[in-house]
């Protein structure tokens, strides 16, 4: 089975992120790791280069919409928590609050979730609208509530 550090490795390494790319949250049951590159992506190719990434994990990809990701979001909230961090309660629309923030700056955000064996997986890469390095990428692996 693979390790929440070996996933968020794939990752990096698939968009070239991996130098210099470090973990925000590390515990037992989830990693979260950002980092960027100086590599930039055409944005029309951000969904294919997200979905290829999930076929090389092995995931299964999910709506954001659906029922399935506010339970991961929950979960993965709650396995942050139990980080020491203090942060605030996640909710269903985080992901669509970052992407409208980011994009009001000038970014252009895609991102994907998916479902393997044992984890979650949050991928999330946001680049200037004209394509001007760098190319941000954030890699989210939580361990799946059983």
Do not use: C
Request: proline fraction near 3%.
């Amino acid at each position: 089975m693979k390790k929440t550090y070996e996933i968020a490795g794939q990752v990096m390494g698939f968009f070239d992120s991996f130098k210099g790319s470090r973990p925000a949250i590390n515990n037992d049951r989830i990693l979260i790791v950002r980092g960027r590159t100086r590599t930039t992506i055409p944005i029309s190719e951000f969904e294919s280069k997200l979905s290829e990434i999930g076929e090389i994990l092995g995931g299964t990809e999910l709506e954001a919409t659906s029922e399935k990701v506010t339970e991961i979001l929950k979960s993965g909230d709650k396995h942050i928590k139990e980080s020491t961090i203090n942060t605030s309660d996640v909710d269903e629309h985080g992901f669509i609050r970052m992407k409208e923030e980011l994009e009001s700056m000038g970014l252009v955000v895609g991102y994907k979730i998916f479902e393997l064996p044992s984890f979650d997986v949050v991928i999330a890469i946001w680049e200037d609208k004209n394509e001007i390095p760098p190319l941000y990428v954030e890699v989210t692996v939580s361990e799946r509530e059983g």
